[in-house]
């Protein structure tokens, strides 16, 4: 029986799906076994949590099978993971809004923050909330947000899209966001 979270189940799911994998716990062989359960029978194998992170952290790190797009235009010898990262900057899918942004140590390693918003008398503020790579499979060149809808975003909250900050000045506010963050998308 699958003994992970539900958010486990859910992601291992999509991964599964998206990911090429040829581990110990084959994909293949286990859906060629499990004739009629396909996926969720080679869940049923997953039997502690433990064991849900570590697939998870595996598929990861595989890459995609449709994702010729990126990896064909990938220069030879740049690294799955390089090849694999969405487009830096700011992203929405399925209305959540995630920022890729290049760690200060290693500029070929992104990570991704997740944008929440909180009204408070009225006023909506933003914070970034940490969230690694997780998103990474949902997000491409596709979801990355661009001017007008970054304007939109500000305009309805009164919150800037790029840098989560409260829109203050006059001009920011009626165009739905500030000049600096717009030089940046
Ligand atoms: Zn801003």
Redesign the pocket.
Known sequence: MFKGTDKQKQYLEVLIKERVYSGELSVEQHLTAATRGGVSAFLEKIDSSDKASMLIEELIAKPRILNFKQTSIAPSGLSFSSAENPPIGIHSYNDVIYKVQASRQDENRLYAKKLTLIKKEGVFSASWEYVGRKPFPNLSSETLVDLTAAKKFGLTFGV?V??G?GLTDEKSIEAG??P??AGKM
């Open positions: 800037c790029v840098c900050r966001i500030g600096v963050c």
